[in-house]
């Protein structure tokens, strides 16, 4: 017996069944954006209180990234495994955002190292002159922060046509310019601020359509 050849509506159904398993990976699903939209606010505030001296850890708390990355890598892997097909888009948005959890915690490791260097050279300048060197480095790092923070953004909501997180990057891009001129204190508020524009407020917009497929798939 011959099989049955699909009809026009079958295959139309099946073709859409493909494209929603798809479309269920980590930023559709609004689980990556969500992650960093948190850990990168909480970083940013407990460095805001900090400086203001309120509160000392004995490490810094921007390895928290480090951590959320790895999250990140797991729960892709996870979701990876229950997806039938994928197409080009994801796979590009997926690795963008790969490389830019990665870029994060590489930043944090150089700046590390930057600011060990600086300490010392300023330490050293200090005894030699007995006066503190005017530049501080720490001024101006929240800007190439935010600069990073708007590529995934502005290259997911642009590809994927979703306005709220292609503003959000931008508005990561303005903040940056702004913390050229606010102090290092306002600067984690506005790191904190572009990170919830950017990440946070549309992952959650994503999570929600994200339920409401999910519901209506299984009716």
């Excluded at 790895?70 to 796979?91: G, H, M, W």
């Excluded at 503190?132 to 101006?140: D, L």
């Excluded at 407020?201 to 299984?218: D, E, F, M, V, W």
């Amino acid at each position: 017996m011959k099989d049955k050849e699909l009809s026009y509506e079958e295959s139309m159904v099946l073709i859409n069944k493909m494209i929603n398993t798809a479309k269920n990976n980590l930023h559709d699903s609004g689980i990556g954006p969500m992650l960093w939209g948190i850990v990168i606010p909480i970083c940013s505030f407990e460095t805001f209180l900090e400086i203001k001296g309120l509160v000392s850890l004995p490490f810094s708390i921007w390895y928290l990234t480090i951590l959320a990355l790895l999250i990140q890598v797991y729960v892709s892997i996870e979701q990876s495994k229950n997806r039938k097909a994928i197409n080009y888009d994801d796979t590009a948005i997926n690795l963008i955002w790969m490389v830019f959890g990665i870029g994060i915690g590489m930043i944090v490791w150089i700046n590390a190292a930057v600011f060990n260097e600086l300490n010392l050279m300023q330490n050293e300048f200090q005894s030699l002159s007995g006066k503190k060197i005017p530049f501080r480095f720490s001024e101006f790092t929240s800007a190439y922060f935010l600069l990073w923070y708007g590529f995934p953004g502005i290259i997911t909501g642009g590809i994927k046509k979703f306005i709220p997180m292609l503003i959000g990057g931008i508005i990561c891009w303005i903040l940056s310019i702004t913390t050229l001129y606010t102090s290092v204190a306002n600067d984690m508020l506005l790191v904190a601020i572009g990170a919830i524009a950017a990440w946070l407020i549309p992952g959650i917009i994503l999570r929600r359509k994200y339920r409401k497929t999910n519901q209506k798939a299984h009716v």
